[in-house]
């Protein structure tokens, strides 16, 4: 079941990371969401294949906050639309290509840094928290 918090967390991270790179360089990266995703899989748990989900989600809400907004900028300033895009496109002869290296550049990041953060959220035991120690009741899925 998807934590909505954790998605949340993340895309706001995305929005503010991907804000200071388009302020820095004037191009959206996938920074942005590469480091959302990560800190989702980070929020949700110890679990590799739940961080990966939830890095996958904010992924994806992020890009349908991202994507419209950089055709958009494409457009009107006549920047590259996102970064790594801009040497890929001409490499690829059809646009069934250019839609499968898109999806699998946008998706398999976000998955692999969602379960990186899930990962890193471990230690020896299996978590760095301690639910015990918490001073608010958690509340358990039904």
């Known amino acids: 079941m998807t934590e909505w918090r954790a998605v949340l967390v993340g895309v706001c991270l995305a929005a503010c990371t991907e804000s200071l790179v388009y302020a820095m360089t004037g191009q959206f990266t996938l920074v942005g969401g590469v480091t959302g995703s990560a800190l989702a899989g980070y929020v949700v748990g110890t679990d590799p294949a739940d961080g990966g989900w939830h890095g996958l989600m904010a992924g994806v809400a992020w890009g349908c906050l991202l994507m419209p907004l950089s055709v958009l900028l494409t457009f009107l300033e006549r920047t590259p639309i996102l970064f790594p895009f801009q040497y890929v496109i001409p490499l690829v002869e059809t646009p069934g290509e250019l839609t ?11 998955v692999a840094s969602g379960a990186l953060g899930s990962r890193a959220r471990r230690d ?19």
Do not use: K, Q, R
């Not at 499968?100 to 976000?110: D, H, K, R, V």
């Not at 299996?126 to 039904?142: I, K, L, Q, S």
């Open 100 to 110: 499968t290296a898109i999806m699998l550049a946008l998706a398999l990041p976000n």
């Open 124 to 142: 020896a035991t299996g978590t760095w928290f301690d639910p015990e120690m918490a001073d608010v009741d958690a509340v358990e899925d039904a």
